[in-house]
């Protein structure tokens, strides 16, 4: 195995094994455990090493660009309320569930009452990448969004991930195996109003976003770089019929709405028929789609503080 390699300057002989090797050619010779995601070049996303010398990011929401740099105006028109429609390359490519409205659709959006929640089962793996975007919006200053866990016998036995709003502040706290590690960021969601919170991981490194504001990252301190989970995660609250002995894990259930999540590119659009089981969730009936702004043969689709018809 080689150990060093050295092709800077007068140094033009590589080391193996404790031999000296004399260098007839070389190219992007780099030293095997070099990282370019050290340098964190993901700008509003988080890095994702290819090899020794390029890397790839992930970004948050309406970011796009190499490094995550440039921002998508109709996103930020979105989350400034901005009424101008059609968004047709907002975020979100799932399928349409909707309701019979007196002049249209609309989509039935759950609202949770602080011990409701929905249950959906995970259809790819999140052990070692996670993709997460949720738009809500909520009527009090604490409440849990998204929960999975390892269980067993209905006690919380391993690994989990916890990302709820805590004094209106989004956190993630996640354990791998070697401990809990939270992620606490410094901007506040906006009360009863829309907001959208993005969370990437891959392997330690963990990204925490609001509203498409600067990312924050940590990396996990552990040892442990998979995240051992059950199939059904949660939405809303964590299961009142999981017992566990970490106190922050007694968090209050949300008191609000979500109205968009994407776990890994699959929007989660049908609430009510597509997941695997609910408690006490209740149906929503508010803006952007209540009263239903669309007319006969189309659907009212939600996008933050405003809308798009859509024909049927």
């Not at 089962?121 to 909520?138: A, C, G, H, W």
């Not at 106190?247 to 994407?262: A, E, K, N």
């Not at 699959?266 to 609430?271: A, C």
């Not at 189309?298 to 933050?304: E, N, R, S």
Request: proline share 4%; hydrophobic share 30%.
């Amino acid at each position: 195995m080689l150990h060093d390699a050295a092709a800077n300057g007068n140094k033009n002989f590589l080391l193996a094994n404790s031999r000296e090797a004399q260098i007839l050619n070389g190219r992007n010779v780099g030293q095997c455990d070099s990282d370019p995601c050290l340098q964190a070049p993901c700008t509003h996303g988080i890095c994702t090493m290819v090899d020794s010398f390029s890397y790839k990011c992930d970004c948050f929401g309406s970011y796009t660009g190499l490094n995550c740099d440039s921002k998508s105006k109709k996103i930020r028109d979105l989350l400034r309320g901005d009424d101008s429609r059609p968004y047709n390359e907002v975020v979100w490519s799932g399928g349409i569930t909707s309701a019979n409205g007196k002049e249209g659709k609309v989509f039935e959006l759950p609202r949770f009452t602080g011990r409701s929640y929905i249950q959906y089962k995970l259809t790819q793996e999140v052990d070692y990448n996670l993709t997460l975007d949720i738009v809500f919006r909520t009527d009090q200053a604490d409440g849990v969004l998204f929960f999975g866990c390892q269980s067993s016998n209905s006690l919380v036995s391993g690994d989990y991930i916890l990302l709820s709003i805590e004094d209106r502040v989004p956190v993630v706290r996640l354990d791998l195996g070697s401990g809990t590690n939270t992620l606490r960021l410094q901007e506040k969601v906006v009360m009863k109003d829309w907001n959208m919170i993005s969370l990437r991981r891959s392997g330690k490194q963990i990204s925490l976003a609001l509203n498409m504001e600067p990312a924050m990252n940590i990396t996990y301190s552990g040892e442990m770089m998979y995240l051992n989970v059950d199939s059904y995660v949660t939405l809303g609250a964590i299961p009142h019929t999981l017992e566990h002995t970490k106190g922050f894990l007694h968090s209050p259930g949300l008191r609000g709405v979500i109205q968009r999540v994407s776990i890994n590119g699959d929007d989660i659009l049908d609430f009510f028929h597509s997941t695997h089981g609910q408690y006490r969730v209740k149906k929503y009936h508010g803006p952007p789609c209540h009263p239903n702004p669309c007319g006969r043969g189309t659907i009212c689709i939600p996008l933050l503080n405003t809308y798009k018809c859509d024909l049927i």
